[in-house]
């Protein structure tokens, strides 16, 4: 999902194509505001944790676009490419690296594994199982 900083700074397309230039392939994707509700189950781990509200305020802090990606090892290549969650500790020539601007207001977020992308991609795409 490229979240609202990427979508107000004009990136989805830099961002998309470089998904695009792995192999994998782009099989939805929706721009959308955030509601209450995909919020909270998209981030409910989080729950609890001193950073909770402001990730919730910055998800509705504006429009996102949500994307499912398939191919062999999609989630691993994903992972490799969007890279650490920090800005500031993410390797030039990834997504965070190159476009991250501060932690708390990051660029994208992808799933971590299979059993998280299965989790999340409903909360964005119900006709997708």
């Known amino acids: 999902m490229l979240k609202p900083d990427a979508v107000r700074r004009?990136?989805?397309?830099?961002?998309l194509s470089r998904?695009?230039?792995?192999?994998l392939?782009?099989?939805?994707?929706?721009r959308l505001n955030v509601s209450s509700e995909q919020s909270s189950e998209l981030y409910k781990?989080?729950?609890?944790?001193?950073f909770?509200?402001?990730?919730?305020?910055?998800?509705?802090s504006g429009p996102v676009v949500a994307?499912?990606?398939?191919?062999?090892?999609?989630?691993?290549?994903?992972r490799?490419?969007?890279?650490?969650?920090?800005?500031?500790?993410?390797?030039?020539?990834?997504?965070r690296g190159d476009f991250g601007?501060?932690?708390?207001?990051?660029?994208?977020?992808?799933s971590d594994s299979v059993a998280s992308a299965e989790r999340e991609i409903p909360i964005f795409f119900p006709d997708i199982s």
């Open 10 to 15: 004009d990136l989805i397309g830099i961002i």
């Open 19 to 23: 998904f695009e230039d792995t192999g």
């Open 25 to 30: 392939n782009m099989e939805a994707m929706n």
């Open 45 to 50: 781990e989080h729950e609890g944790k001193p």
């Open 52 to 60: 909770y509200a402001n990730l919730i305020n910055y998800i509705h």
């Open 67 to 78: 994307t499912v990606w398939s191919g062999p090892s999609a989630v691993s290549i994903a």
């Open 80 to 95: 490799k490419l969007i890279g650490a969650t920090d800005p500031a500790e993410a390797a030039p020539g990834t997504i």
């Open 101 to 110: 601007l501060v932690l708390d207001e990051n660029v994208i977020h992808g």
